[in-house]
């Protein structure tokens, strides 16, 4: 198995773990040795509980191609205060654990073009035999294929039609968390 790990969720979750709001003021309440020690340990357990042999850890840069196509996307989260450790816990996921980095696109579109890569059968591409998205992302849930939600201890398998489906309702209703509604 294949692990295709949602690196942006990883570092943000072990990062804002060491963290509290103490009367709406954010207080760091662990170091950043503690969240990389974190980053390190959901590493781990997410390649032991898909009992994958490979993994591909993936990360967003700042921006991306969809800030030139709508400058407003995600603007909704220009007052959202990142982390302190953040910063820390993607570089030690790229030092340690060789999460790459795509220029220009998100973590979510490498997760999914990495999910659909396969060969031609004759027919057409289907999802990559062994792999799994490994993330809390609903917006991967339009990729088929497998899909392990590591925060919940949860497997979902996505066919074409359920992951078309997801997409035209995101089309049609919108997404908050985006900005795009």
């Not at 790990?5 to 570092?11: K, Q, T």
Request: negative net charge.
């Amino acid at each position: 198995m294949i692990a295709l790990v949602d690196g942006d969720i990883v570092a943000y979750r072990c990062a804002a773990s060491c963290e509290r709001t103490v009367d709406k003021v954010r207080v760091c309440i662990a170091d950043e040795a503690t969240a990389l020690l974190r980053t390190e340990q959901l590493m781990q357990t997410i390649i032991h509980s898909t009992q994958s042999d490979k993994y591909r850890c993936f990360l967003s840069p700042h921006k991306n191609f969809r800030y030139d196509v709508y400058p407003k996307y995600k603007a909704n989260r220009d007052d959202t205060i990142d982390p302190v450790h953040r910063e820390a816990c993607k570089q030690y996921l790229m030092a340690g654990w060789h999460a790459e980095l795509f220029e220009g696109y998100e973590a979510d579109d490498a997760l999914a073009w990495s999910q659909t890569q396969a060969e031609y059968d004759g027919e057409g591409f289907n999802q990559r035999e062994g792999t799994v998205i490994c993330s809390i992302d609903k917006d991967l849930k339009q990729v088929p294929g497998k899909y392990y939600n590591f925060v919940n201890e949860t497997w979902t398998d996505t066919n074409e039609v359920q992951g078309l489906s997801t997409f035209y309702q995101q089309v049609l209703i919108g997404d908050k968390t985006d900005n795009l509604f």
